[in-house]
Structures are given as structure tokens and as C-alpha cells.
């Protein structure tokens, strides 16, 4: 019996380890967007943001308009069922806060539609930053791109998403370096 338990934990901890899949089919990351847990590059992500609304969390409506007030907006796509989503939001908080003066916005897209279980989370995490419930196209222009979550995408003031993919979960210091280099023009 003990032993296993300490399967059954070491398969759970190892599933933490590369993020949620939320397509019971597949049992690993899209390969074409690189293995999890490792920056990539998309050739994919090279095009403009289709217009969306979307609503925040309060149900007020978000276009795409809003990357224009930003020089760089993080994306994070995130799914309520997905432990290692939840884990890493005290970071995107941190980064948030750090960057909101360097004109860097961050956003959350929660990729399964909970509206009630995603408030209830962002609300246990302290995770203020605005978070998003997908409109179709965020569906069918972002969000199906991947096949697991997390993953955070950057995207221009032009709504332009950048050649920069981060699979699975980051903490601060990662995702600060990460954008501190495509404010420099690296990314």
C-alpha cells in the first residue's frame, strides 16, 4: 500500500512538472510548440491578434484596443483545473506590479470559460491583474494554438504577437528577464 502512494506521488508530481493538458487525447505538449516546460520559438505566433470582446472577471468588455495603451502585454492562458496555473499567479502578481510602470500589461485568459471558480481563485491568489473569459475568436485565434496550459505569449502595442512562447509555468525572475529582453528588442 505505502508504496503505492509513493507512486501515485511521484506521477502526480511529475504531472505538475509540465502543466495541464486539456485535451484527454494528448498526454504531453503540442510538439509543434516546443516540449514543455522550455522557452520556444513559434513561427505561429508571428501575426497580428484577431479582434476580440471579451469580458474580465466584473463582465466589463475588453477589445483588443487595449494593447495600444501598452508597449508589451504579457498574455498568460490558464486553466482553473490546472494546479501549476494557480501556483505561479503570486509571480505574474509580482510582475504586474513591477513592470506597470515600464508600460507592460499583463493578462490572464482563463482557457476553460469559469467564470465563478476563476474569480474565486484569482481571489485566494491576490491576483489583481485583469483576467479575461474568452470571446470565440480569442478561442479560435489564441487559445487553440495550444493544447495545454499554462503558456504566456507577449504581444506588441499593436496587438502583434511576438516570436515568444513560454510552455508551462514560470516564476518571477524568469518572466522578468523574458521581458526585460523584448523590451530591448531581443525577443
Known amino acids: 500500500m505505502r508504496r503505492w502512494s509513493i507512486i ?47 469580458a474580465d472577471l466584473e463582465g466589463n468588455i475588453i477589445s483588443n484596443e487595449i494593447f495600444s495603451q501598452y508597449e508589451l502585454t504579457m498574455i498568460n492562458i490558464w486553466g482553473t483545473f490546472c494546479g501549476p496555473c494557480i501556483e505561479e499567479m503570486p509571480d505574474i502578481q509580482r510582475v504586474h506590479e513591477a513592470f506597470k ?35 470565440q475568436s480569442l478561442m479560435n485565434n489564441l487559445i487553440s494554438r495550444f493544447d495545454y496550459v499554462p503558456v504566456t505569449v507577449f504581444v506588441d502595442s499593436e496587438g502583434r504577437l511576438l516570436n515568444t512562447i513560454v510552455s508551462g509555468a514560470r516564476d518571477y525572475d524568469s518572466y522578468s528577464k523574458i521581458i526585460e529582453e523584448l523590451l530591448e528588442g531581443e525577443g
Open 8 to 54: 501515485l506521488i511521484c506521477v502526480l508530481l511529475l504531472s505538475g512538472l509540465f502543466g495541464c493538458n486539456q485535451d484527454s487525447d494528448r498526454v504531453g505538449p503540442d510538439p509543434d510548440a516546443g516540449t514543455a516546460g522550455q522557452d520556444t520559438k513559434d513561427a505561429r505566433a508571428e501575426n497580428i491578434l484577431a479582434e476580440f470582446k471579451a
Open 101 to 135: 510602470e515600464k508600460r507592460v500589461q499583463v493578462i490572464g485568459i482563463v482557457a476553460d470559460n469559469k467564470l465563478m471558480e476563476a474569480r474565486q481563485i484569482t481571489a485566494a491568489q491576490g491576483a489583481n491583474y485583469l483576467n479575461l473569459i474568452p470571446d
